[in-house]
T-cell receptor, first 110, second 116 residues
Framework: GEDVEQSLFLSVREGDSSVINCTYT??????LYWYKQEPGAGLQLLTY?????DMKQDQRLTVLLNKKDKHLSLRIADTQTGDSAIYFC??????????FGTGTRLQVFP | DAGITQSPRYKITETGRQVTLMCHQT?????MFWYRQDLGHGLRLIYY???????DKGEVPDGYVVSRSKTENFPLTLESATRSQTSVYFC???????????????FGPGTRLTVL
């Protein structure tokens, strides 16, 4: 079956880089996503990567995809306190359904 | 208001009672989803709908009922609430656009439900 796993917590100092990791099992996934959930709010799409790409950069965000190992990571450069949130990776196929990971709570301390 | 809204935002109920959580979107998106969020489990899909009058089960449908008589509304009913249904519930919507390179789901603010 499909399963998406993430570590539950990550704590980083302000200004450092954060790396959030995700492993998935469905090799047919077409797109992989990162969503951000701020306290008391719903999820918002942060970035995504098509399955035939290895890397995508978007300002402070870098997404790396290793299809062979089914490993996805999100790197946030120069992490700020406003980046404190829960980050979910998700995999999708050609339907509109997504399988979400367990979420990683990122805490940024000064 | 434009967007996707959920009501109520907070609800406390008792075991055995029926509870309905409302979801409304103004974009006329075809797809709508209900998820529950629990620590250690992330988001799990309860039910989804591809269009009005079309619904299908997700990963954890037991104990829940949905309907979609209008495109913009997708209510979720707990027919006889149990303590294990204490959770935060999120509604989401999306549109399958021809040629789209990804399908973004738009989430409501969530409903925190406590079953005593």
């Amino acid at each position: 079956g499909e399963d998406v796993e993430q570590s539950l917590f990550l704590s980083v100092r302000e200004g450092d880089s954060s790396v959030i990791n995700c492993t998935y099992t469905d090799s047919s996934s077409t797109y992989l996503y990162w969503y951000k959930q701020e306290p008391g709010a719903g999820l918002q799409l942060l970035t995504y990567i098509f399955s035939n790409m290895d890397m995508k950069q978007d300002q402070r965000l870098t997404v790396l995809l290793n299809k062979k190992d089914k490993h996805l990571s999100l790197r946030i450069a120069d992490t700020q306190t406003g980046d404190s949130a829960i980050y979910f990776c998700a995999e999708g196929d050609n339907t509109d359904k997504l399988i979400f990971g367990t979420g990683t709570r990122l805490q940024v301390f000064p | 208001d434009a967007g996707i809204t959920q009501s109520p935002r907070y609800k406390i109920t008792e075991t055995g009672r029926q509870v309905t959580l409302m979801c409304h979107q103004t974009w006329s998106h075809s797809y709508m989803f209900w998820y529950r969020q629990d620590l250690g489990h992330g988001l799990r899909l309860i039910y989804y709908s591809a269009a009005a009058d079309i619904t299908d089960k997700g990963e954890v449908p037991d104990g829940y009922v949905v309907s979609r008589s209008k495109t913009e509304n997708f209510p979720l009913t707990l027919e006889s609430a149990t303590r294990s249904q204490t959770s935060v519930y999120f509604c989401a919507s999306s549109e399958q656009l021809a040629g789209a390179i990804y399908n973004e789901q738009f989430f409501g603010p969530g409903t925190r439900l406590t079953v005593l």
